[in-house]
Structures are given as C-alpha cells and as structure tokens.
C-alpha cells in the first residue's frame, strides 16, 4: 500500500484519479486535461497540497471543518471509539452511548421543543428524511393528502433524489426528471440579482408573500411543509431582507404549514449563534443538519425535530418505516460529540461573534470599495462579493453568468486562497477559529485576486454590462 506521507508524484495521481476516480459537480474530460489538485494535509487553517503549497481554506473545505483541520482529540476520539464499538446499529430496538449521549446534547442546544434527533449519514440524506417525516405526519394526522412541499429557486438541500428535488437548483432538475412529484418552488428572496427598483425590504415582503400565494392557490389542505435554508448558501451566501423570514414565519403559522429550516450550514456555529433560525428569528417545527455537527471529521447528518412532530408520527402505533445503515454511526456520532465539546470549552462561538466577524465585517464590508465589487455580505463567518461591471445599477456582465466569477477564482487559486464562485458572486466560509491574522492574509490575498481579476477582465475587454 502506498503510504499517504509518502505519496506518488503529483502527475501519477493525477492520472490515476482521472483514469478511476469520477468526482462530483464536474465535467470529467476538462478535469482529466488539467488534472485535479491534490490536497495531502491540512492543520487549522491551512492546507498543503501535493506541490507543497500553503492554502489558506476560506471555505472551510465544504463550508463544514468549523473547528479547524488536524485536531488531535477529535482523532483521538475516532481511534477510541472503533477500538470500542466500530459500529452497531440503531434499528430493531437497540442503541448505542454514541447516539444517545449526541442526541442528547443536540437537544440541549437547540431551541425551543426541539428535542429529538433521527440521525442521517449527510445532509441529502437527512432532507430525504424530512420529505417522509412530514408527510408521515400528516398522514397520521389524518390528512395525507397534505403532501406538497414549498421551496425556493437556487435554494440547495443536497444532491439525492429528494433533496435535489427539494432544492430549486435547475441544472440539477435538468439532469435526471426532477423535481419528484409534489415538490414546488417559489421565488428566492435575492434582493441583488433580482429585486430591481424595489427596496430590500419591499422586495422581502413580496418574496415571501409568494409562499402565502403558492398555498392560496394549491390549497393548504394540500400543503405539508415550506423548506428554506435561513441564509442560502450554495446559492451564492444570500442574506434575505430582514422582512423576509418574519413574514414567512407569520405565513406559516396562519395555514398551519410545517416550517423546515434547513441548517447545514447555518448551524452549529456558523453565524455566531447555535443555529441560523436564532440569527434569523425562526421557530421551525425540524432543522436539517450536518457538517457543522462533526466539523466534517466523519460524515454524519440529521434531523432535529420538535416534540409535536415526533410524539405524532413516533406514536402512531407504527413503524416509520424508514433508516439508514449508518444512523447514528457510533464512530461519527462519538466525534460529533467531540466537537460539540470543542465548541463549547473553547467558546468558538463567542469568538465568532466578538472577534473573528466583527474583524471580517471590517474587512470585507472595505473590499465593496474595489471597482468590481458591488456588494459585501458577511453573516457571522459566511460571506459574499457580488463582482459586477456597474455598481450603481447592479449590473450583471454581457459574458455568460459565471465567467468573471470562474476567472476571480482561478486567481484566488494561483494566490493560494480557496474562495468559491457561484456565478459571478464569490463567497467565504472560513473555519470558525480563523484568527485576525489569518484573517488578514485572507483579505490581501482575496484583494490582490480582485486586481488580478479586474485587470485580466479590462485587457480582455469583458468589463462590459449586460
Ligand atoms: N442542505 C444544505 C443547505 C446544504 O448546503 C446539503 C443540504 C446536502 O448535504 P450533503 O451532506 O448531502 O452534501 C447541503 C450541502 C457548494 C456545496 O459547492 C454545498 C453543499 C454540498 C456540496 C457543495 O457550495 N451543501
């Protein structure tokens, strides 16, 4: 076996990945030309790749290593844990320390009646769940034709069957028949791209009075559940107007319509509280969650539920006829644990809230100043630029959406920062324990892109307004 500190040259593995290895979200052919870059390890903030580069990861890999990479008690926990108990499962009445004692925590810290846990391996799985858990509950309920869920265009809750389905993302849909049947989207509450002459706070009302539309016009007695992440996140880091979620919230409370807040990302810590619907100000009935939940040391993901939900479909004097192998895996649930720990003892949110982003804010609310930046976004430690060639009309380019975003990004890459693209916005979500320091190597190298970027787009001629 090839030992991983002693790996093959960059160009062997490179051909070996593009010969066997298919990735996800990738056009394989471009991929096998240029060959994939190998990340080897990775410690706090940084990671090195096969080259020997630093990598500074504004992206906290998957928006999920929340306590930073390379910690050595959350290792310690894993190698525990497999020596203990590698794996038991959860069905057929039996359970496990691991599940118990992570459920138990999980309820702890989150808010009102929500105390119970059905544990997933990953965040796709975990909304696959929610669309059975509701319609579950309405069928025990007695209305089982309560079955339609409402999401949003450009929302994202994963890439299974019903979670791409769940999401409004339309290369997704295209590809495989999707949306499932009785999964319908309204409009996003994306004031930048889409809100015109409105202000934000018109424009949230309106975005969220297309719920209320949806419903009137399918009838509530046909509608389960509305689903939105409190701060979209694939999607291009969007923050609605701060009218949105409160008139969604009253929308769902008056026709009855359970109300899931997807938390994958928002929670645990990301935006300087436990959960996003606190930063938010909602009270949904089930959180999605995952990455976050072990800082992505193991895969595990899940639903938190609240007891109305739970008593009903838990005691329905049947079986939820529904489970995953890995339920509450032992090994991730015990490293779940951990970092939940982590995150308390170190107080990593206290540092969001009073170092990391305040100092961020400054910083990235000072790159909107940049001639291609428009606006700068930053929620706890998510943020987003929106790159536009006119800021005083939010501009979008004449080159095809995604183009200067794509050529921002490369020069993130080549300066050794990883900040993603989502069209022609660019969006952070560092490790939660990135220091002011770090921070600063952050914004110089993020700002020295942006010249690069700005001055390729001027020689190139594509500094042009749709
Ligand atoms: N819900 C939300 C809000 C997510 O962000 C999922 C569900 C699905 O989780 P899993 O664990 O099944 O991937 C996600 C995942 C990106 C990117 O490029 C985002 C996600 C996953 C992969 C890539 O921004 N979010």
Same mark, same amino acid.
């Given at each position: 076996m090839t030992q991983i500190t002693n790996h093959l040259p960059t160009k062997e593995l490179q051909a070996l990945d593009a010969a066997h290895h298919m990735h996800p979200f990738t056009e394989g052919a471009a991929l096998a030309r240029k060959g994939a870059r190998i990340i080897t390890r990775a410690k706090g903030v940084y990671l090195t790749d096969s080259e020997g580069h630093q990598i500074l990861d504004g992206m906290a890999g998957l928006w999920c290593v929340n306590v930073g990479y390379g910690r050595k008690d959350l290792a310690d926990v894993a190698a525990r844990q497999i020596e203990e108990l590698c794996y038991y499962n959860t069905f057929f009445q039996t359970s496990h320390v691991p599940a118990i004692a992570l459920a138990a925590e999980i309820a702890k810290l989150a808010? #009102?009646?929500?105390n119970h846990v059905f544990y997933a391996g990953s965040g796709s799985e975990a909304n696959d769940t929610n669309i059975r858990l509701v319609r579950r509950y309405w069928d025990v309920k #007695?209305?089982?034709?309560?079955k339609v869920i409402i999401s949003r265009k450009? %929302?994202?809750?994963?890439?299974t069957m019903g979670g791409a389905s769940l999401g409004g993302m339309s290369p997704m849909h295209a590809?495989?028949?999707?949306? &499932?049947?009785d999964i319908v989207h309204v409009g996003q509450p994306h004031w930048w791209a889409?809100?015109?002459?409105?202000?934000p706070e018109d424009f949230g009302l309106m975005r969220a009075r297309e719920l209320e539309a949806k419903i009137e016009e399918l009838g509530a007695d046909r509608v389960a559940a509305f689903i939105g992440e409190p701060i979209q996140g694939a999607g291009g880091v969007i923050v609605p107007p701060a009218t949105y979620w409160p008139e969604i919230q009253r929308i769902c409370d008056k026709y009855g319509i359970l109300l899931i807040a997807d938390?994958? &990302?928002?929670?645990?810590?990301?935006? #300087?509280?436990?959960?996003g619907s606190q930063t938010m100000g909602i009270r949904p009935h089930i959180m999605t969650i995952a990455k976050g939940l072990s800082s992505g040391y193991a895969p595990i993901g899940g639903s938190i539920i609240c007891d109305e939900v739970h008593d009903t479909v838990a005691g329905s004097?049947?079986?939820?006829?529904h489970g995953y192998?890995?339920?509450?895996h032992p090994v991730a649930a015990a490293v779940a644990l951990k970092n939940l720990e982590v995150l308390q003892e170190e107080r990593i949110l206290d540092h969001v809230k009073k170092v990391a982003h305040p100092y961020l804010m400054e910083r990235w609310q000072a790159? %909107?100043?940049?001639?291609?930046?428009g606006e700068a976004k930053l929620v706890g430690l998510m943020g987003s630029i929106a790159l536009t060639p006119d800021k005083a009309t939010r501009a979008k380019f %004449?080159?095809? %959406?995604?183009t200067v975003g794509l050529r921002c990004r490369e020069r993130c890459f080549a300066n050794n920062l990883v900040m993603r693209h989502v069209g022609d916005r660019m969006i952070i979500s560092p490790p939660?324990? &990135?220091t002011p320091s770090e921070i600063d190597v952050l914004i110089e190298r993020a700002t020295k892109s942006l010249d690069e970027c700005y001055a390729g787009l001027k020689s190139d001629g594509l500094l042009v307004a749709a």
């Amino acid at each position: 076996m090839t030992q991983i500190t002693n790996h093959l040259p960059t160009k062997e593995l490179q051909a070996l990945d593009a010969a066997h290895h298919m990735h996800p979200f990738t056009e394989g052919a471009a991929l096998a030309r240029k060959g994939a870059r190998i990340i080897t390890r990775a410690k706090g903030v940084y990671l090195t790749d096969s080259e020997g580069h630093q990598i500074l990861d504004g992206m906290a890999g998957l928006w999920c290593v929340n306590v930073g990479y390379g910690r050595k008690d959350l290792a310690d926990v894993a190698a525990r844990q497999i020596e203990e108990l590698c794996y038991y499962n959860t069905f057929f009445q039996t359970s496990h320390v691991p599940a118990i004692a992570l459920a138990a925590e999980i309820a702890k810290l989150a808010p #009102g009646d929500l105390n119970h846990v059905f544990y997933a391996g990953s965040g796709s799985e975990a909304n696959d769940t929610n669309i059975r858990l509701v319609r579950r509950y309405w069928d025990v309920k #007695g209305k089982p034709e309560k079955k339609v869920i409402i999401s949003r265009k450009n %929302a994202y809750h994963g890439s299974t069957m019903g979670g791409a389905s769940l999401g409004g993302m339309s290369p997704m849909h295209a590809q495989g028949g999707l949306p &499932i049947p009785d999964i319908v989207h309204v409009g996003q509450p994306h004031w930048w791209a889409e809100g015109g002459d409105m202000t934000p706070e018109d424009f949230g009302l309106m975005r969220a009075r297309e719920l209320e539309a949806k419903i009137e016009e399918l009838g509530a007695d046909r509608v389960a559940a509305f689903i939105g992440e409190p701060i979209q996140g694939a999607g291009g880091v969007i923050v609605p107007p701060a009218t949105y979620w409160p008139e969604i919230q009253r929308i769902c409370d008056k026709y009855g319509i359970l109300l899931i807040a997807d938390e994958v &990302i928002t929670g645990f810590g990301r935006t #300087g509280n436990w959960f996003g619907s606190q930063t938010m100000g909602i009270r949904p009935h089930i959180m999605t969650i995952a990455k976050g939940l072990s800082s992505g040391y193991a895969p595990i993901g899940g639903s938190i539920i609240c007891d109305e939900v739970h008593d009903t479909v838990a005691g329905s004097g049947d079986d939820f006829n529904h489970g995953y192998t890995y339920s509450g895996h032992p090994v991730a649930a015990a490293v779940a644990l951990k970092n939940l720990e982590v995150l308390q003892e170190e107080r990593i949110l206290d540092h969001v809230k009073k170092v990391a982003h305040p100092y961020l804010m400054e910083r990235w609310q000072a790159l %909107a100043d940049h001639p291609l930046v428009g606006e700068a976004k930053l929620v706890g430690l998510m943020g987003s630029i929106a790159l536009t060639p006119d800021k005083a009309t939010r501009a979008k380019f %004449a080159s095809e %959406a995604g183009t200067v975003g794509l050529r921002c990004r490369e020069r993130c890459f080549a300066n050794n920062l990883v900040m993603r693209h989502v069209g022609d916005r660019m969006i952070i979500s560092p490790p939660l324990v &990135i220091t002011p320091s770090e921070i600063d190597v952050l914004i110089e190298r993020a700002t020295k892109s942006l010249d690069e970027c700005y001055a390729g787009l001027k020689s190139d001629g594509l500094l042009v307004a749709a």
